[in-house]
């Protein structure tokens, strides 16, 4: 069965950090671009970030430029997405996609581009 489990996700004050994880199975990873996508209450899914198949490329919204950060492990199947010096209007259920892309080098931006999506994960920042 092919899933993604995002996992790292609570309640943190204003300024602190949060880690989010996201697990792949039943799907070849490294054959996947991987998105992170936020969605606050009353809200649109936004764009996050993206990271190509290679890890090499990275694309970060402006509102989080700076301060978040992706990764991924390919040999261990997973996406990570550092989060720091948090702020409320982060405050959203965040979600990792997969998208399979031929391009080793292609970060994907658009949400109708994903095929899998996790079940999301909900960060809330205190102020």
């Known amino acids: 069965q092919v899933q993604l489990v995002e996992s790292g996700g609570g309640l943190v004050q204003a300024g602190g950090s949060l880690r989010l994880s996201c697990s792949a199975s039943?799907?070849?990873?490294?054959?996947?671009?991987v998105g992170w996508f936020r969605q606050a209450p009353g809200k649109e899914r936004e764009f996050v970030g993206a990271i190509s198949r290679s890890g090499v490329i990275t694309y970060y919204a402006d509102s989080v430029k700076g301060r978040f950060t992706i990764s991924r492990d390919n040999a261990k199947n997973t996406a990570a997405l550092q989060m720091n010096s948090l702020k409320p209007e982060d405050t959203a259920v965040y979600y990792c996609?997969?998208?399979?892309?031929?391009?080793?080098?292609?970060?994907?931006?658009?949400?109708?581009?994903?095929?899998?999506w996790g079940q999301g994960t909900q960060v809330t920042v205190s102020s």
């Open positions: 996609a997969a998208d399979r892309t031929p391009g080793s080098y292609t970060v994907v931006r658009a949400s109708a581009e994903y095929d899998i």
């Open positions: 039943g799907l070849t990873f490294g054959m996947y671009a």
